[in-house]
């Protein structure tokens, strides 16, 4: 697809990406899916390392773009990019084959401090998807002087938000199941 069709379809792409990546993965069969059990056991540690690094770019890359070091910024957003989508890959694999984590401590707690924050971390990774993809393929189908003219640096800002407390709550999910618990 040539460049000038991709800036001209930014939100029809954006809603493609956002729908189409979970439909596609609902069609795997478990059947197919390789089996790795120690890489199912490592996972969710790996995944907390990733969502850590994660928080750290996205930091890192807001602080870039406010000092006005753009190539340092995009840099750091899609490392942040990378980091979430290997976060994604790992946990959806795992989920897949072992379903959702069991909670192992009390139920006072699993009702009313651990299934909150699961849902709202749950809930801003999904709503954080469009932001981050529309964010992503306006700076990649412009070049610099033009992503100014756009709602990058709004769109930005509420994936970085979004993203940040998603990841942060993350980790909370990870200390309930496998440190508190």
């Known amino acids: 697809m040539e460049r000038s069709t991709l800036k001209n379809n930014v939100p029809a792409l954006t809603a493609l990406l956002s729908i189409g990546g979970g439909a596609v993965l609902q069609a795997i069969p478990q059947s197919v899916i390789p089996r790795f059990d120690p890489l199912l056991a490592l996972i969710p540690h790996l995944n907390v390392v990733l969502s850590l690094a994660a928080i750290g770019t996205i930091l890192a890359g807001w602080r870039a773009i406010r000092q006005n070091r753009v190539g340092t910024h995009k840099k750091f957003m899609l490392a942040s990019f990378a980091l979430f989508a290997g976060f994604l890959v ?34 801003l990774a999904v709503i954080c998807v469009p932001f ?21 640096k709004t769109v930005g800002k509420i994936a970085a938000v979004l993203w940040l407390i998603s990841f942060s709550l993350g980790i909370v999910v990870y200390l309930f199941l496998y440190v508190l618990y």
């Open 90 to 123: 790992f946990y959806l694999y795992r989920v897949a084959l072992l379903g959702p984590g069991e909670f192992p401590g009390p139920e006072t707690v699993y009702l009313y401090i651990y299934l909150p924050t699961l849902a709202v971390h749950i809930l």
């Open 132 to 152: 981050v993809f529309y964010a992503l393929l306006l700076a990649g189908t412009r070049p610099v002087a033009e992503i100014y003219d756009t709602r990058h």
